[in-house]
């Protein structure tokens, strides 16, 4: 594996469709609120929510790495405990993608408000303690909250209002879709590594209900995003044409009750992400309408 590849394998594309669904969730809305879309503060917001997820994606492969928690897994290139790259490295990458989104939202700040400042902080603090940091909060079960929260709420309500300048309760339905799928894809992730993550104490939510009531929660996620996304009818009847995923959905639950684990959940890792970014342009798609 060359040297490019094995960092843009670091990055882990398959995660990327979770940083774009809720910006382009956002900026549809703008349109159907008859708000003209600043397509510059639209991009703006668009690399931040990248680099975050870029930024996470290194933190946490560092993070994990140094820990010892990555050790002897399946799924995505671990690049710190596989020894393709120093941690020093990854660290130094994580930063890098920490401050180049800490700068361009601060170009974002200055052309909205300074409280976006805050919000910035915040972010790029519950990226980082995600694993690292001397108690980290993705080790204690409140990792889908975060992602919840940071990645569907903030994401999507947050680029809604650096174009129109103020939040509606449409911008919080369209981000409860966003938020779930994003939950989903950390959930198999956790599906996926439970054994190895019960050994070392890592204590995700999948490893607190066990293996049974995880693969539940996850396809219950999925179904919540269907369900909201649907409800998003009251907004505009052509949001209904997210239901047209539902196959995929099927796909994917009929694997997880099958009793898919360990390496057979890395597909399906990438089939969320799929469902993730059809679903949410979809959605996008008819709110612009």
Known sequence: MSERNIWVAGARPRTLPAAISPVLVGTALIRRDHHSI???NAILALLVSLLLQIAVNYSNDYSDGIRGTDNNRVGPVRLVASGLASA???KQAAFICFALAAALGAILAIRVSWWLVLVGLISILAAWNYTGGKRPYGYSGLGEISVFLFFGLVATVGSYV??????SWQSILVSVPVGALSCSLLAINNLRDLPKDSLVGKKTVAV???DKRARTMFIA?????HLAAALAALITPWTLITLLFLPITGKIVRGIRAGAAGAQLIPMLGQVGKL???LSTALALALFI
């Not at 996620?221 to 995003?225: D, I, R, S, Y």
């Open 221 to 225: 996620l999925l179904l919540a995003a």
């Open 162 to 167: 650096v174009q129109s300048h103020h939040i």
């Open 38 to 40: 600043n397509f510059l």
């Open 208 to 210: 607190r209900l066990g």
């Open 276 to 278: 993730q970014l059809f």
């Open 88 to 90: 020093r490295a990854v």
